[in-house]
């Protein structure tokens, strides 16, 4: 993507679709990634700085091209947002030790001191352990996987439609995913 701009093209319900709809969840997946712009010890993204959310949309706008930016902002910051968090939660993962005290020297090198020693401390509160047992006992109850990798299911519904030529129902495009 050097020096180049990518065309993200969107569905009549406004969700992304087509091959630069991937390519635009994969960069704001590796832009998560940038702790300057966007660090890890905000316990919300909606505690996140206004200013912020700005300089990352500016950034973004250098990368991709959208028809209407201005309605298309809402949705890609959003989704920029849960790559922040799911970044958060492969961190917390992969470096969570059994003591708070464990877990700030098991630091990954990538991220920032500061940032890491707020995040652990956020992570061993009691709001964030009840948090977890409570997304661990929704998570129990999914019955329906998500089985298309990286593909949304708005892609894999305009994949549909493109082959053949309808706009596939909510049970249709279900039934494809399990196949």
């Known amino acids: 993507m050097q020096n180049r701009r990518v065309i993200v093209d969107f569905n009549r319900k406004g969700q992304p679709i087509k091959d630069s709809c991937g390519l635009l969840g994969s960069w704001l ?3 998560s990634y940038d702790f300057n712009s966007l ?43 849960n790559r922040c968090k799911d970044l958060k939660q492969r961190l917390w993962r992969r ?11 098991a630091r990954p090198a990538l991220v920032p001191e500061d940032q890491w020693r707020d995040f652990v401390h956020d992570q061993f509160s009691d709001k964030a352990k009840k948090m977890r047992e409570r997304n661990i006992k929704s998570r129990s109850k999914l019955k ?7 593909k949304s299911l708005a892609r894999k519904a305009h994949d549909i439609e493109e082959e053949t030529g309808i706009e596939p129902s909510r049970k249709c495009l279900l039934h494809h995913v399990r196949e």
């Open 29 to 31: 997946g590796s832009f």
């Open 39 to 81: 660090p890890i010890n905000y316990t919300d993204w909606r505690k996140v700085p206004h200013y912020r959310k700005e300089m990352a949309w500016q950034v973004i706008q250098r990368k991709f091209g959208f028809d209407d930016p201005i309605r298309r902002k809402k949705y890609v910051i959003s989704t920029l947002g």
């Open 95 to 105: 470096h969570r030790k059994n003591t708070l005290e464990e877990s700030l020297v």
């Open 144 to 150: 329906i996987p998500h089985a298309l990798g990286k």
